[in-house]
């Protein structure tokens, strides 16, 4: 089906929680490893269809902090489809800028490795921002940037007054991203599970029960459609927005 879109109304930046990868294997038969297979292979062309639809940043939630406590065998897979999945041609093609957001010391070196070889080698590219979350949270990220701002504040470079939301913004990971506009939750699961927490104050959230693996384009359009009929409030009535009132 096709969905028409306002090429005028992209979402700049979109969320995505790649849910349901282990139920789409079960209900093939499958280990659960073949369903990050086929995840990863959506991650690359959802990548594609965000990029052609002219998104600026695409936010993917890979591997959270809660994941850590997974089967070690599973989180082998995950970060093995990372070092391997993570292709510069499919970057290059695209024009795609790709960025890490996470602990990145905890990561394995290999992973380490792949994702800075990625984010060095796209650096200068000027599309789609792919942001990839790994070993993410969003507590993490607000724990990390609350010591950062004591630590601040006890060398006497920080005032009270000086802790705005826009101070605050700018000393998280994602001060280089606008908040997300769309945050698309696949799987059927009606939860945030710590992604964004701070950033989503007034992001459009769209859920659906589809698995990540049979997430395709036409979904990604779907989403976007939904989001395009939305009416953005931000607390004001929707008489006021309808009169473009400040
Ligand atoms: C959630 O499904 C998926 C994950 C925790 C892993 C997602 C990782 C990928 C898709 C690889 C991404 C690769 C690149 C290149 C970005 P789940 O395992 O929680 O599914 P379930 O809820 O059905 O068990």
């Known amino acids: 089906m096709e969905y028409e879109l306002n090429r005028d109304q992209i979402p700049a930046h979109v969320a995505i929680i790649m849910d349901g990868n282990g139920r789409w294997a079960k209900a093939k038969g499958l280990p659960r490893s073949a369903g990050h297979v086929e995840g990863t292979e959506r991650a690359k062309q959802i990548t594609e269809e965000a990029t052609r639809l002219g998104v600026k940043f695409l936010t993917l939630y890979t591997f959270s ?18 070092v391997t999945g993570l292709e510069d041609e499919v970057f290059m093609k695209n024009n795609v800028r790709f960025r890490v ?70 000393q998280l990971q994602t001060s280089f991203m606008p908040d997300p506009d769309l945050l698309i939750r696949t799987g059927g699961e009606y939860r945030i599970s710590n992604y964004l927490l701070w950033q989503c104050a ?45």
């Open 65 to 82: 902090t809660e994941n850590w406590n997974r089967p070690d065998a599973e989180i082998g897979t995950i970060f093995d489809l990372l």
């Open 101 to 170: 957001i996470g602990d990145f010391a905890r990561l394995p070196k290999s992973v380490q490795k792949r994702t800075q070889e990625c984010m060095d080698k796209t650096a200068g590219n000027t599309g789609t921002t792919m942001v990839v979350a790994i070993s993410y949270s969003s507590r993490w990220e607000l724990t990390q940037a609350m010591q950062k701002m004591a630590r601040q504040a006890a060398e006497g470079q920080l005032k009270p007054e000086d802790i705005t939301e826009e101070y605050i913004s700018s």
């Open 202 to 246: 007034y992001t459009e959230f769209y859920y659906c029960d589809t698995y990540w693996p049979d997430f395709h384009e036409e979904d990604l359009r779907k989403a976007i459609a939904d989001f395009q009929h939305r009416q953005r409030r931000y607390g004001k009535t929707g008489e006021q927005v309808e009169k473009n009132e400040n």
